[in-house]
């Protein structure tokens, strides 16, 4: 399994939702654009062909950047280190 950090740009609405809707299968979102990822070379392939079957290369643009773990353990988080999505479906007790 490798790590990354996927971060993305993608210009239509439409195009952003379902690149969203990929990325969360794959993993953690942790800002609005941005994603941990943990997937073995198969699951990259695969997500990636699928992300290419929703972007417009010259429009929109997606990147994958590796982090080793000693990157990994070496992370600082300031404030919310996780995403909360403010549509996302709760649960009131």
């Given at each position: 399994?490798?790590?990354?950090?996927?971060?993305?740009?993608?210009?239509?609405?439409?195009?952003?939702?379902?690149?969203?809707?990929?990325?969360?299968?794959?993993?953690?979102?942790?800002?609005?654009?941005?994603?941990?990822?943990?997937?073995?070379r198969?699951?990259f392939?695969?997500?990636?062909?699928?992300?290419?079957?929703?972007?417009e290369?010259?429009?929109?643009?997606?990147?994958?950047?590796p982090?080793?773990l000693?990157?990994?353990?070496?992370?600082?988080?300031?404030?919310?280190?996780?995403?909360?999505?403010?549509?996302?479906e709760?649960?009131?007790?």
């Amino acid at each position: 399994m490798k790590h990354y950090l996927a971060v993305y740009d993608i210009a239509d609405p439409k195009r952003l939702n379902r690149v969203a809707k990929i990325m969360k299968d794959y993993g953690v979102r942790v800002q609005k654009s941005k994603f941990e990822v943990d997937v073995s070379r198969a699951g990259f392939q695969e997500m990636s062909e699928r992300i290419l079957a929703v972007i417009e290369p010259a429009e929109d643009g997606v990147k994958f950047i590796p982090l080793c773990l000693s990157c990994r353990s070496k992370t600082e988080i300031l404030g919310r280190g996780r995403f909360v999505d403010p549509d996302g479906e709760f649960l009131v007790l």
